[in-house]
């Protein structure tokens, strides 16, 4: 197990969701764990469930990052905090758009730049970048997050050429529908709602689902780099095919299921 290898551990989107069980788990295996994420009160919690540090702060913001990480000898860095927000490049305001670029893309960038530099010194890290199906399919309504998901499915490819002849590993982690917050956040509605709406009779990959794959990934063994891991639910199939007849103004869609 690479666990004994790896001492030290970063997980942004820390304070619920995937983050908080990945930082968990991380703790689990003995790692020294930070989280990151703005919700200073739900980092708190975090720690006094498991001794994870908190580092406060918001990722889009470069200056901030880089004191936050400064002198850290960093492991395994994972890349989870995201936002998503609806809209189609015809529906999508300015703010929606930068944002996902900010936190999806920007921060888990600067954040490579930070701390890969440490790991190719020291000949040992892994860095897991949480994506999504969004970065490599497309369903409509959600085209910047689309964008910076299928971004992070590039630069997770695209570490492994920079870090080459070094012991670092790069996992991509790309998930389907899972049970968090995140629904009632991009409809800005009550969780409760959300859960209605999203989960009650699905059945759903819950976030100890991801964890577990971050753990498979990140405890192969040295010389086995996993380099991406798609968990969808079973019931969650993307793909089909629509074909659009024009009639008058309508359009008249054929195709498969
Ligand atoms: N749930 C799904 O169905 C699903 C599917 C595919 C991919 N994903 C991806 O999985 C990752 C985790 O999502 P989740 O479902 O666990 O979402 P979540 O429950 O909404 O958690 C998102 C986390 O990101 C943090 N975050 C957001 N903006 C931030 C900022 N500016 N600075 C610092 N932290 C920030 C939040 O912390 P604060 O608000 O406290 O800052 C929170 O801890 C995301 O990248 C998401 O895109 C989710």
Known sequence: MAFTDYKTALVTGASGGMGWAIAERLRSKGLTVYGVARNEEKLKELQDLCGVI???????????????????????????AGVS??????????????????VNLRAGLQLCRLLLPGMMERDRGHIVNITSMAGHYEFGGHIAYHATKAAMHTVSRQLRVDAFGRRVRVTEVSPGRVETDIFAKVEKIDPAEANRKYYEGFEIPQTSDIADA??????????VNIGM??????????????????VGDDVILTGNK
């Not at 927000?85 to 900010?102: F, H, K, M």
């Not at 971050?214 to 010389?223: R, S």
């Not at 891991?229 to 024009?246: A, D, H, M, W």
Request: negative net charge; hydrophobic residues 35%; without cysteine.
């Open 229 to 246: 891991i798609e968990l969808l639910p079973t019931l969650q199939v993307p793909g089909g095919l629509r074909t659009g007849k024009r």
């Open 214 to 223: 971050v753990e498979y990934a990140v405890g192969a063994p040295q010389y």
């Open 85 to 102: 927000r609806p809209g189609s490049i015809l529906t999508s305001n300015a703010y929606d758009i930068d944002e996902q670029i900010d």
């Open 54 to 80: 908190p580092l406060v702060g918001d990722v889009s913001d470069t200056e901030a990052l880089t004191k936050m990480v400064e002198g850290l000898e960093i492991d395994v860095l994972v890349n989870n």
